[in-house]
Each structure stands twice: as structure tokens, then as C-alpha cells.
């Protein structure tokens, strides 16, 4: 694409999603939803009037680090830590519940030959695609109802970072049993050494983002150099350390999230997200998307692989909360809450394309996944917070 042809597609973007999204808003849905929809709609799914570019997955990536910011600028530290042990085995639960399941399903479908063949690796695989949770979707509706800082909002948050680093690892596993070269302790060592780091460049940056604040306060270069540290630690968590870059950007959210003007900060930081970069983002889901190379064994397996994938996370993160002592509404916000799956998954399934593990084929299975847990989780997650005064 030319660059002045970007320039047209943005602006078909923005229009399009706020016209959806405020379409959305009046039938009492999410704008997330009426934002994806435009997407499919404009994009090669229906219209083919935008199409994907390197210059709109940029703006996208930008959106989802830029909102997993807020979302860390966001959440309550007490809450954060109040969760922390709940949020660890609901994250690991919810992990391990769909890689068997999307293992079983697999092998299910096509039969099995036995351990360590072609087909089994093929059936794991599709398991570690299912083990990713993209929570931004579920970042914006929970913003949008004011349950966000909420304890089960922190809940949903905390569980879905610490699932990140958790899938990480397994996916390196997972392709440590196919490639004997590659070491899955390095991995392992590298996500410690990122925890390391966040601590230390979290100290060090807390106090002097806290000397800055006082001495000026509501003035735009917090902000600024809030906005910096983001952009920083997104690219250092995946650079050295192999790990998402939202997961650096919702560090760096939570490093700041005590200031005294953290609101302010949030604030700031949305103006741009709401204006541009979160549009895009959400619509860009509904770019990617393209139905054509369905066939019927396909189209089965799909709808499998959709209902597998979103009910093994709600059975495994909202059991796991019913456990620790949620009431059942709550543990349900929970298992809704970790259904979504967006650019994680895709970049799981793009990961084993490339390591001969996965075929292109399934990337429709994928994106089917992402579009259906896009709209579908939003929806749901308004009506069980119906009638709830929002969070404080």
C-alpha cells in the first residue's frame, strides 16, 4: 500500500468504527462490538475497501499497548496484591484446561498414531493456541461499564498477565519437545529476568515519576514520559525477554498506577487511544478476517475449536475462582472475562506455521475464535454486571 492510500484507510477506519461502535451503543451493546463489526465490514471479509496493511497492524499494536497502559494505570495496587494469589492458580488452570482440551479435540478429529509423531505435536500445538487470553476486549468493556477497578476486574487483569507469561512458557515447551535444540529453561530464565527487571526499573522509575509529580503536578510531561516508559518496557519485555510487549506496557501502567496523578495520566493516555489507536486496533480484528478457504471439514472443526476454546476457560479460570471462594456469578464475570482471544493467538499460530507445526489452513479456525470471543464476551459480561452500581 502507498503511503497516501494509508491515509484514505484511516480515515474509512475511524469513521466506520465510531459509526458502528455508537450504532452499538443505542442497541445497548459495547462499542468494542459495533468497532469489530465495522472492521468486517469495510475489510475483505465483506466490502474489501480497506485491506491490511503494514502501516494499520503498527497503529493496531500501538492501540492494544496503549490500552493495556491504561489498564495498568487503572488497577487498585491493594486489590492487585489482595488477587495476586488467586489471580496465579486461576491463570494456571486456565491455561492447562484448554491445552488438554484443544490436545483431545485435535486428535479426536483426525485420529491418533501415538506419541511423538507429526500428528500428535499437530494436536499440542493447537492446544498452546488455545491457551492465550488477549483481555483487551474485555479491558474496554469493563472500562465502559465502570467495573474495571473493581476486584473482580483486577481479578480478570492480574490472571490474564500472569496467563501470558504462563502460555509463553508452555508454548516454548511445546516446541522444545518438536525442536531438541531449543532449551526451555533459557526461556524460563528469561521470564524471571524480566520480573527482575520490572521490579528494579519499577523502584527506580516510581520515585522519580513520584519527585516529577510533586513538583508538577497536572502538567503534560507526566504523561509524556509515562507514555516513554510504556513504549519502553513494551519493547524490552519482547526484545530481551521474549515475552508480549502489552505485558511490558500494563508493567509499566501498574509502576505509575499510585501516583497522585495517575487519573491524569489515564486521562491523557486515552485521548489519543479513543481518538485513533483503539479504533484501529479493534477494527483491525475485523480486517484479518476472511472466510473464503472454508471447506466443510473445515467449517466442523472450527466450530469445535470455537466452542473447546471458550468453554475450557471459562471451566478452568471460572471453577477456579468458584473454588477460592467467588459466588457464582462472580467466578462466571471470571470464566467470561478470560475467553477472548486476539493478536496472542494469532502470534501463537503464526509461531507454529513457521516451525512447520501448524498448517496455514488453521488460521481461519483462529480468527473465527477471535471474532466470535470479540463480540460474544462484551455482550455477556454487560448483562451479568446489569444492574451493578460500578466500581468505585
Same mark, same amino acid.
Not at 508454548?171 to 532449551?183: E, N, Y
Not at 476457560?313 to 467470561?336: H, M, Q
Given at each position: 500500500?502507498?503511503?497516501?492510500?494509508?491515509?484514505?484507510?484511516?480515515?474509512?477506519?475511524?469513521?466506520?468504527?465510531?459509526?458502528?461502535?455508537?450504532?452499538?451503543?443505542?442497541?445497548?451493546?459495547p @462499542?468494542?462490538?459495533?468497532?469489530?463489526?465495522?472492521?468486517?465490514?469495510?475489510?475483505?471479509c465483506?466490502?474489501?475497501?480497506?485491506?491490511?496493511?503494514?502501516?494499520?497492524?503498527?497503529?493496531?499494536?500501538?492501540?492494544?499497548?496503549?490500552? *493495556?497502559?491504561?489498564?495498568?494505570?487503572?488497577?487498585?495496587?491493594?486489590?492487585?496484591?489482595?488477587?495476586?494469589?488467586?489471580?496465579?492458580?486461576?491463570?494456571?488452570?486456565?491455561?492447562?484446561?484448554?491445552l488438554i482440551?484443544?490436545?483431545?479435540?485435535?486428535?479426536?478429529?483426525y485420529?491418533?498414531?501415538?506419541?511423538?509423531?507429526?500428528?500428535?505435536?499437530?494436536?499440542?500445538?493447537?492446544?498452546?493456541?488455545?491457551?492465550?487470553?488477549?483481555?483487551?476486549?474485555?479491558?474496554?468493556?469493563?472500562?465502559?461499564?465502570?467495573?474495571?477497578?473493581?476486584?473482580?476486574?483486577?481479578?480478570?487483569?492480574?490472571?490474564?498477565?500472569?496467563?501470558?507469561?504462563?502460555?509463553?512458557?508452555v508454548?516454548?515447551?511445546?516446541?522444545?519437545?518438536?525442536?531438541?535444540?531449543?532449551?526451555?529453561?533459557?526461556?524460563v530464565?528469561?521470564?524471571?529476568?524480566?520480573?527482575?527487571?520490572?521490579?528494579c526499573?519499577?523502584?527506580?522509575?516510581?520515585?522519580?515519576?513520584?519527585?516529577?509529580?510533586?513538583?508538577?503536578?497536572?502538567?503534560?510531561?507526566?504523561?509524556?514520559l509515562?507514555?516513554?516508559?510504556? *513504549?519502553?518496557?513494551?519493547?524490552?519485555?519482547?526484545?530481551?525477554?521474549?515475552?508480549?510487549?502489552?505485558?511490558?506496557?500494563?508493567?509499566?501502567g501498574?509502576?505509575?498506577?499510585?501516583?497522585?496523578?495517575?487519573?491524569?495520566?489515564?486521562?491523557?493516555?486515552?485521548?489519543?487511544?479513543?481518538?485513533?489507536?483503539?479504533?484501529?486496533?479493534?477494527?483491525?480484528?475485523?480486517?484479518?478476517?476472511?472466510?473464503?478457504?472454508?471447506?466443510?471439514?473445515?467449517?466442523?472443526?472450527?466450530?469445535?475449536?470455537?466452542?473447546?476454546?471458550?468453554?475450557t476457560?471459562?471451566?478452568?479460570?471460572?471453577?477456579?475462582?468458584?473454588?477460592?471462594?467467588?459466588?457464582?456469578?462472580?467466578?462466571?464475570?471470571?470464566?467470561?472475562g *478470560?475467553?477472548?482471544?486476539?493478536?496472542?493467538?494469532?502470534?501463537?499460530?503464526?509461531?507454529?506455521?513457521?516451525?512447520?507445526?501448524?498448517?496455514?489452513?488453521?488460521?481461519?479456525?483462529?480468527?473465527?475464535?477471535?471474532?466470535?470471543?470479540?463480540?460474544?464476551?462484551?455482550?455477556?459480561?454487560? @448483562?451479568?454486571y446489569?444492574?451493578?452500581?460500578?466500581?468505585?
Open positions: 500500500m502507498d503511503r497516501i492510500g494509508f491515509f484514505r484507510d484511516l480515515a474509512v477506519i475511524i469513521v466506520s468504527a465510531k459509526l458502528f461502535g455508537l450504532l452499538a451503543q443505542k442497541l445497548k451493546a @462499542q468494542v462490538v459495533g468497532e469489530i463489526i465495522a472492521g468486517l465490514i469495510v475489510g475483505p465483506l466490502l474489501n475497501i480497506v485491506g491490511q496493511s503494514d502501516y494499520l497492524s503498527l497503529i493496531a499494536e500501538i492501540g492494544v499497548v496503549m490500552l *493495556m497502559f491504561s489498564a495498568g494505570l487503572e488497577t487498585n495496587m491493594k486489590d492487585l496484591l489482595k488477587t495476586g494469589p488467586k489471580a496465579l492458580l486461576t491463570a494456571t488452570v486456565g491455561v492447562f484446561v484448554p482440551g484443544g490436545t483431545v479435540l485435535y486428535l479426536l478429529f485420529g491418533f498414531d501415538g506419541f511423538g509423531t507429526d500428528k500428535f505435536f499437530r494436536a499440542l500445538f493447537i492446544g498452546t493456541i488455545m491457551t492465550a487470553t488477549s483481555v483487551g476486549i474485555t479491558v474496554q468493556t469493563l472500562k465502559e461499564l465502570g467495573h474495571l477497578k473493581g476486584e473482580i476486574g483486577t481479578l480478570i487483569m492480574s490472571s490474564a498477565i500472569i496467563d501470558d507469561i504462563i502460555g509463553i512458557v508454548l516454548t515447551f511445546v516446541i522444545g519437545l518438536r525442536s531438541p535444540g531449543t532449551s526451555p529453561l533459557r526461556v530464565g528469561r521470564v524471571t529476568l524480566f520480573i527482575i527487571m520490572s521490579i526499573i519499577g523502584f527506580i522509575a516510581y520515585y522519580i515519576f513520584k519527585w516529577i509529580d510533586k513538583r508538577h503536578p497536572h502538567q503534560r510531561r507526566v504523561p509524556i509515562g507514555l516513554a516508559l510504556c *513504549m519502553f518496557l513494551a519493547f524490552a519485555a519482547e526484545e530481551f525477554f521474549g515475552i508480549a510487549d502489552i505485558t511490558g506496557a500494563y508493567v509499566a501498574l509502576i505509575l498506577c499510585s501516583l497522585q496523578d495517575s487519573d491524569y495520566i489515564a486521562r491523557k493516555v486515552d485521548i489519543n487511544s479513543y481518538m485513533i489507536f483503539g479504533p484501529v486496533f479493534f477494527a483491525s480484528i475485523g480486517l484479518k478476517t476472511e472466510f473464503s478457504g472454508f471447506d466443510r471439514e473445515l467449517v466442523l472443526f472450527s466450530v469445535g475449536f470455537v466452542l473447546v476454546a471458550l468453554l476457560k471459562v471451566i478452568g479460570c471460572g471453577l477456579t475462582a468458584r473454588l477460592l471462594g467467588e459466588n457464582a456469578r462472580d467466578s462466571l464475570k471470571v470464566g467470561v *478470560m475467553m477472548t482471544r486476539g493478536e496472542v493467538a494469532l502470534i501463537v499460530a503464526q509461531k507454529g506455521l513457521s516451525v512447520g507445526m501448524l498448517d496455514s489452513k488453521y488460521f481461519a479456525c483462529v480468527i473465527t475464535l477471535i471474532i466470535v470471543s470479540s463480540i460474544s464476551v462484551p455482550i455477556i459480561l454487560k @448483562q451479568l446489569k444492574h451493578e452500581t460500578p466500581a468505585a
